[in-house]
């Protein structure tokens, strides 16, 4: 498959963690410590209510802002939920969709996650769709299936153009907040295995093209190693992205 250019992305998703204040005080650490890199997207995923500060902060640097879950419906009577308008309208260029924690134990399903990056790219935000395998599934020698399950399932059935503006990103579940990095080598299989998907179920432009983030337990000190891959396009990154130092820290030895 051509080794065509992918610009890197590294994102930070900050989960369940993280006040207005909190958010502001990140960025005003943060900032400066990324302001002379140009060469990758930076997203950070605050939680909904710190989103409009989120915007805010980053007003006037390359970093976007992205939601970490969005509903597919317009309006309606959809309690606890949050349309794709409304991210737009708050400042969101992206949001992450089908996050393991939300597949485990919120019941998101692939016909969800694709309902949702249908409405997504229908409103003009990126989403970032996650896969990626239990532990007992990658015991069971399943982690291609299951990756291609997810995958198929999820994303399989956008238009082409659609498909050209999504990001995935593989994160095995065994892997995430545990401390337990996949080896580059592992990582950089499955990417290749998805890309290979990507050929199957569009071309192999398409597949050329697509952006595979690499996410569960990076941090600064693996990095280096994960970077040196070239199937990884770039990082989603939880707990390390809720310190500025080491998520900036993540940002620039990537770029470098
Ligand atoms: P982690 O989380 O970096 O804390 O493992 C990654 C993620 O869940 O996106």
Redesign the pocket.
């Known amino acids: 498959m051509s080794q065509q250019k992918r610009r890197r992305v590294i994102a930070g ?1 900050w ?1 369940m963690f993280k006040n207005q204040a909190d958010t502001r005080a990140f960025f005003s650490a943060f900032n400066p410590l990324v302001a002379s890199v140009q060469d990758c997207d930076i997203v950070i995923a605050p939680t909904f209510t710190s989103l409009s500060a989120a915007v805010e902060a980053a007003k006037g640097t390359h970093i976007a802002i992205s939601a970490q879950d969005v509903y597919w419906e317009k309006e309606g009577a959809f309690t606890g939920e949050i349309s794709t308008a409304m991210l737009v309208e708050a400042g969101c260029r992206y949001t992450l969709i089908g ?3 939300r597949r485990q134990f919120f019941g998101e399903t692939n016909e969800t996650v694709f309902k949702k990056t249908k409405a997504a790219l229908a409103a003009g935000l990126i989403p970032i769709v ?1 896969i990626g395998e239990m532990l007992a599934y990658r015991e069971a020698g399943r982690t291609e299936n299951i990756c291609q399950t997810q995958f198929h399932g999820s994303v399989g059935a956008l238009t082409p153009e659609e498909f050209s503006r999504i990001l995935i ?1 593989y ?1 095995p579940v065994w ?4 401390g337990r990095t996949a080896t580059p080598e592992i990582a950089s299989a499955v990417h290749k295995f998805v890309r290979h998907c990507a050929a199957e179920m569009f071309d192999a432009g398409h597949a050329a093209a697509l952006r595979i983030l690499y ?4 941090k600064p000190d693996n990095i280096q190693g994960l970077m040196a891959q070239v199937e990884l396009d770039g990082v ?6 809720l310190d500025p130092n080491s998520f900036a820290k993540i940002v620039k030895d990537w770029t470098r």
């Open positions: 998703n989960k996050h393991s924690e996650c990103a994160e892997a995430i907040g545990t996410g569960g337990s990076v989603l990154v939880g707990g390390a992205s």
